[in-house]
């Protein structure tokens, strides 16, 4: 298992302003992946995240909105820019390993844009 | 995009009595996972089923696939008050890529 610890927990920000959330896993790992989970929806992956290079995005999403960081193999950084409350959602940040299909979820970061 | 639906989106049960959600997907899949989400906190990987198995059990939880169908069902048995919480179907698509493609979710209560 890989336990990922995701800051902050939660957040008030102004619009307009930027948030940067920043997920560190225990162990190694091979995949990171970054989802939003809009009020009372479910999850819709972001983006992979991957070491060393820019990430993958999904259809809808774009790096000039949600930069994301990978250094190494246990640590990524994603962040929500020039936010609207449109972006109010809780992130969460996910990891995985090659040949292991469980996934391992951080608590998630509450964000709410006023 | 999301992967398909689940059914019910929301469930009301009494402590001690089964609940059953069901999901659907719509494309090829190596495995599907099911995940439980506590008021909005992170995600729980309870179980998964993969493409050749019909049926899986893991204590009080038994899932079935029915890939001709591209259909899942989670039954919780014997419930209990802990167990209330969001319920994810998940797939990973054909690709191997670690991605994951989740549901819409059931929202289950269980009374004490």
């Known amino acids: 298992s890989a336990v990922i610890s995701q800051k902050p927990s939660r957040d008030i920000c102004q619009r307009g302003t930027s948030l940067t959330i920043q997920c560190q896993v225990d162990?190694?790992?091979?995949?990171m992946f970054w989802y939003r989970q809009q009020p009372g929806q479910s999850l819709t992956l972001i983006a992979t995240a991957n070491q060393g290079s820019e990430a993958t995005y999904e259809s809808g999403f774009v790096i000039d909105k949600f930069p994301i960081s990978r250094p190494n193999l246990t640590f990524s950084t994603l962040t929500v820019s020039n936010m609207s409350p449109e972006d109010s959602s809780i992130y969460l940040c996910?990891?995985?390993?090659?040949?292991?299909?469980?996934?391992?979820f951080g608590q998630g970061t509450r964000l709410t844009v006023v | 995009s999301q992967q398909g639906e689940e059914d019910p989106q929301a469930l009301s049960i009494q402590e001690g009595e089964n609940a059953t959600m069901n999901c659907s997907y719509k494309t090829s899949i190596n495995n599907l996972q099911w995940y439980r989400q506590n008021s909005g906190r992170g995600l729980v990987h309870l179980i998964l089923i993969r493409s050749n198995e019909r049926e899986k059990h893991s204590g009080r939880l038994r899932v079935t696939l029915d890939t001709s169908k591209k259909s899942s069902s989670l039954l919780i048995t014997a419930s209990r008050a802990a167990d209330t919480a969001s319920y994810f179907c998940?797939?990973?698509?054909?690709?191997?890529?670690?991605?994951?493609?989740f549901g819409q979710g059931t929202t289950l209560q269980v009374k004490p």
């Open positions: 162990s190694q790992v091979t995949m």
């Open positions: 998940a797939t990973d698509g054909s690709g191997n890529t670690g991605k994951l493609i």
């Open positions: 996910s990891a995985g390993r090659t040949g292991v299909t469980e996934a391992f």
